[in-house]
C-alpha cells in the first residue's frame, strides 16, 4: 500500500492487485506498462491513413492548380503579344488572322468601324486543350486610324 500513498489515488475497481497497475521499470513507476492493443495500433493507424490521403489530395489540387495558372500565363503573354503587333502595325494591315503557338491556338477577329468610324475593334481569342477539356482567353483593343 505504500504505492498508493506516494500517489494518492484510490484503487481502480477493475484492478485485483496493485501491481496489476503500477511496475516499476529502471526504478520509475510505471502505469498502465501493458502497451497498445492491436486495436488501437490499427486506429491509429487508420487515424494517420486518412490523414495522409487528404494531404495527397489537396497536393494533387495544388498541382493541376498551378498547371492551369501556367496556361493562363502563357495564353495572356501570347494575346498581349499579338495585340501589341497590332498596334504598331498600319491601320489598312490589321486584318482577320490566326494561327498556332506551341499548344495553343490562335485566332484574330477585326471589326471596322466599331465603336464607331475610323476606329477598328481587335479581339485575340486564345484557346487550349488541357486534358479532356478545352479552355479559351481573349482580349481586345481598339485601334484608331
Excluded at 45 to 67: R, T, W
Excluded at 127 to 137: E, P, V
Amino acid at each position: 500500500m505504500r504505492i498508493w500513498k506516494i500517489i494518492k489515488t484510490p484503487p481502480m475497481p477493475w484492478a485485483r492487485h496493485p501491481q496489476d497497475l503500477f511496475t516499476l521499470k529502471n526504478g520509475m513507476a510505471a502505469i498502465g506498462s501493458n502497451g497498445f492493443t492491436l486495436i488501437e495500433a490499427l486506429i491509429a493507424l487508420m487515424v494517420l491513413s486518412v490523414g495522409l490521403l487528404s494531404i495527397a489530395v489537396m497536393q494533387i489540387d495544388a498541382i493541376h492548380g498551378n498547371s492551369q495558372g501556367s496556361h493562363v500565363t502563357e495564353a495572356t503573354s501570347l494575346i498581349e503579344k499579338k495585340l501589341e503587333g497590332y498596334k504598331s502595325l498600319d491601320y489598312e494591315d490589321v486584318k482577320d488572322e490566326q494561327g498556332n503557338e506551341d499548344i495553343y491556338q490562335w485566332v484574330t477577329t477585326v471589326q471596322e468601324n466599331t465603336p464607331v468610324n475610323s476606329l477598328k475593334t481587335v479581339t485575340v481569342k486564345v484557346t487550349w486543350a488541357s486534358g479532356t477539356r478545352s479552355h479559351s482567353l481573349s482580349f481586345g483593343t481598339i485601334i484608331a486610324k
